[in-house]
């Protein structure tokens, strides 16, 4: 078997950089909590503060077990445990690639091809994830690096280019009915944060000190948030909350001279953005799967996970991911408090009384 | 990523193994005369370039063996011959005789005494002049090398303003001395092997010992020694072997016709490969980065050397991406265009026959065909055929309402890019075509996901140890301000060597 891929602080930084890029480019505020626009900037500040919260376990598991994921941690207390926890965190991954893919032809059905069938957009795009995945992380790692300079760039243009649309006036004051609607749309924003287990999964591979990636990811997340907060209700006012996808609608008013129509350039990051999303989701998945049957087979299980999310997606319902996602703010936490805190709090506990029992047995 | 050591290992342990198994007893130079001959009869044929000299030395009989076409006749007669033959003091025993002829009458430095036949024969086939005595279990060689040559010329490929403008030739010696002359030190190493079962092509890999590492060095050659080829007759037969394990359209095997450029490599810590034979030389690990740097940027104020860097690179990507975003913006995207361009397109592409991808992919096919006939024919019909191609046809397809005239604008441009990054031309001209297809099926947003798949594939790649894509992926902000698109000041580039093992991470 070779030996482990590594990447570096700045590259994992990236990576789960880019993939939660994708979550906040794909906002939409339809079936979300009403707020008021002002509500924005504090939610996102709360957010940042519910992703901390959140990150609690992964703290621990990085203090108490460093350089192990959770499937390593859940092998110390019994190899079936660690296979079955592999199994579950791997179809985690599935359901966050699927929610990915669904949101991705849901916007390539509305706004890029309304009239054309999205699907074979979609087959080369999870074609192409699939192929990004089996060369592995080191290669994703890289291009996440390259992707970002290039997102960065791409954002930093269009937000200059329409930079003389933006009316503060159209901001409503904060907190205008109270703290609630803040601290709710936090939790909503927060509880789509599935880079802490991407980050957690990624333990083993990293370089460096993966607090250093996690501190400045969350920093750059939180300052992603209130920058696109600006410039859509700065840009739009209440009507981006009528929008399906109000970061595409306020790209549009961009225009330079008698160039316009700069939306293409964003849609083009958040593409590039999805398709590395998609390749990491695959690849740990398929880290993960082999952990629990044949390790020879990594790469089946990327191609044939993709396949099969590929089938799931065309055929059985389009957007059913999505629906779930829709679902009441207080049931998403809920899911995503279970896999992101409780189970790894059962396995750090279980890890621990079996050393503690071993210990025992041994004095 | 897998370490460097551990790799090398493997490397090396598979290719010892593989020596091993090939190693077959050699046959050596027998004190009976006839039986030496008959061995390099049997071996060499009829072959009328092999001359067989018998002769008398004192009173025994000799044999002098040379390749007519390697050896220069001149030399062959004031070196050995005629020494030989009017030697005063010649000793009566043959084995003192050899020694006498080798220490006291021959005047050429280049010889060496050989135990073994097959060495001895290689020796012939390589223009050297093997003396044979009757009695004497060892023979002697005699470099008198003096085949026929081009002599050394411009570089073609590799054009430069200012400076040298030497180029390689064929002559594996020549080519060695070209480096040699550039290079007056002892830390430049030349070593020699055979490559090919039946051409036993000489292959030199030169680096400098204190630069490169000694563990890429063993790798190039383990591999090298791996190549299990009949006959070489170029470099690129060897290059396949160097190539990383990922299959990528870009080579991470770089190569060079000048010398100054390969000097230029070794001191940083490359290992350049010389093949008899071709006027090039093979230069590893290779950087994607390189592909967009000359010589000339060092000569230069480092301001314009950065411009004209960023100048390769826009031009790279011009030519990889402007047809596939024409055909997408044509097809899909016609909302980008300002209205006055998008009118004129749209009158423009509206009274020709095909759609704009199919038009697209076949005014490009024409230009290339135009291209690789101009290139294979004589120079003064090549010229011909590019008028013929870019004037006639173009103009004619334009009037014909065949093509539509921004399509040609598109076509020129790209060419013209795409001869600014010439090293990549080839790889550059595919992508060309598979992006109009992506561009005309799916799109601007295609194109996006195609670019992401050739980024990943060209970051998947290490080439012995360092990432193809470096410095850049993975970011090595010393190095991107040092010497990537940005050029310091030799002031500050010189102070620091910059090697190619910095680069791993």
């Known amino acids: ?363 | 990523m897998i370490s460097m050591g551990d790799w090398i290992n493997k490397e090396i342990l598979k290719v010892t193994a593989a020596e091993a198994k090939a190693a077959t007893p050699s046959v050596t130079v027998s004190e009976n005369l006839e039986d030496n001959i008959i061995y390099f009869k049997e071996k060499l044929g009829e072959s009328f370039d092999i001359l067989y000299k018998q002769t008398f030395i004192g009173s025994h009989k000799a044999v002098l063996i040379m390749d007519d076409g390697m050896c220069d006749n001149l030399l062959v007669t004031q070196q050995v011959v005629n020494p030989i033959m009017t030697a005063e003091k010649m000793p009566q025993n043959a084995s003192e005789q050899m020694a006498y002829i080798r220490d006291k009458i021959s005047s050429g430095i280049d010889q060496k005494e050989e135990h073994s036949l097959d060495e001895a024969i290689k020796d012939v086939l390589s223009g050297l002049v093997v003396l044979m005595i009757e009695g004497v279990p060892f023979c002697e060689c005699f470099g008198v090398q003096g085949f026929p040559k081009r002599s050394i010329e411009n570089a073609q490929t590799e054009v430069q303003e200012s400076g040298a403008q030497e180029a390689f030739i064929e002559s594996f010696k020549d080519n060695v001395a070209l480096i040699r002359r550039r290079v007056r030190s002892p830390v430049a190493r030349f070593e020699v092997m055979e490559i090919g079962k039946t051409s036993q092509t000489r292959v030199c890999v030169c680096y400098f010992s204190d630069r490169a590492d000694q563990a890429v060095v063993e790798a190039v050659k383990g591999k090298l020694k791996k190549a299990d080829l009949d006959v070489v007759l170029g470099a690129g037969y060897l290059r396949p072997f160097l190539e990383p394990d990922v299959t990528t359209l870009f080579s991470a095997v770089g190569s060079t016709e000048r010398p100054d450029i390969a000097c230029a490599e070794m001191a940083e810590g490359r290992v350049v490969i010389l093949v008899d034979g071709t006027p090039f030389a093979l230069v590893v690990p290779y950087l994607f980065m390189e592909n967009f740097q000359s010589l000339d940027d060092y000569d230069h104020r480092p301001y314009y050397s950065a411009f004209i860097r960023t100048l390769k690179f826009f031009s790279f990507v011009l030519s990889v991406f402007l047809p596939g975003i024409y055909v997408a913006i044509c097809t899909f995207h016609q909302e980008i265009l300002p209205a006055s361009m998008l009118y004129d397109t749209a009158v423009q592409e509206s009274i020709t026959p095909f759609p704009v991808m199919l038009e697209a992919i076949f005014i490009h096919f024409v230009y290339e065909i135009v291209r690789e006939a101009g290139l294979r024919m004589p120079k003064s019909v090549g010229h011909a055929v590019s008028i013929v191609g870019a004037l006639v046809i173009g103009d004619a397809a334009v009037s014909a309402g065949l093509v539509a005239a921004p399509m040609l604008i598109v076509v020129a441009m790209t060419a013209i890019s795409s001869f600014v990054v010439s090293k990549i031309y080839y790889p550059v001209s595919l992508l060309r075509f598979a992006f109009m297809v992506i561009g005309g099926i799916t799109g601007f947003y295609g194109i996006v996901i195609g670019f992401g798949v050739l980024l990943v594939n060209m970051c998947a790649v290490n080439t012995f140890g360092t990432p193809f894509t470096a410095p850049f992926a993975p970011l090595h902000i010393g190095a991107v301000f040092r010497d990537s698109f940005l050029r310091i000041s030799w002031k500050l580039l010189g102070k620091r060597e910059l090697k190619i093992q910095s680069m791993e991470k």
Request: proline content about 3%.
């Open chain 1, 1 to 363: 078997m070779g030996k482990m891929q590594k990447i570096g602080i700045w590259q994992v930084f990236s990576i789960i950089f880019l993939s939660r890029l994708l979550t906040v480019l794909t906002y939409t505020s339809i079936g979300e909590e009403k707020m008021e626009t002002g509500d924005y900037f504090p939610s996102a500040l709360f957010a940042g503060l519910f992703i901390l919260l959140f990150s609690v376990m992964f703290f621990l598991q990085n203090k108490k077990y460093p350089g192990k994921d959770l499937t390593d941690i859940a092998y110390m207390a019994s190899p079936r445990f660690s296979r079955a926890i592999s199994v579950i965190y791997a179809l985690v991954f599935i359901l966050s690639m699927m929610v990915t893919l669904a949101r991705l032809e849901l916007f390539v059905g509305t706004i890029i091809f309304p009239e054309n069938d999205s699907a074979l957009f979609i087959i080369i795009c999870v074609l192409a994830s699939c192929y990004a995945a089996s060369l592995g992380i080191e290669a994703l790692g890289r291009v996440s690096a390259l992707s970002v300079m290039i997102s960065c760039a791409a954002f930093l243009f269009i937000m200059i280019t329409m930079a003389n649309k933006i009316d503060v006036t159209q901001f409503s004051p904060a907190f205008f009915d109270g703290l609630a609607p803040s601290l709710k749309g936090g939790l909503s924003f927060a509880s789509r944060t599935v880079e802490i287990l991407m980050l957690s999964a990624l333990l083993p591979k990293i370089n460096g000190k993966p607090m250093w990636a996690y501190f400045a990811w969350l920093t750059a997340t939180v300052l992603s948030m209130v920058s696109l907060f600006f410039f859509v209700f700065g840009g739009l006012g209440k009507f981006a909350l009528t929008q399906l996808f109000p970061v595409h609608s306020v790209a549009v008013l961009a225009e330079v001279g008698v160039f316009r129509r700069f939306d293409v350039l964003l849609t083009g990051v958040w593409i590039l953005s999805a398709f590395i999303k998609i390749s990491l989701l695959l690849y740990l998945q398929a880290e993960l799967l082999q952990k629990s049957f044949k390790a020879e087979w990594k790469n089946y299980y990327v191609f044939v996970t993709g396949g099969l999310v590929l089938a799931a997606q065309i055929f059985l319902a389009g957007n059913f991911t999505d629906y779930f996602y829709k679902t009441d703010y207080i049931m998403r936490a809920a899911y995503f408090t279970a896999f992101v805190l409780v189970l790894p709090a059962v396995i750090m506990l279980c890890a621990y009384i079996k050393r503690r029992k071993s210990d025992e047995k041994n004095a």
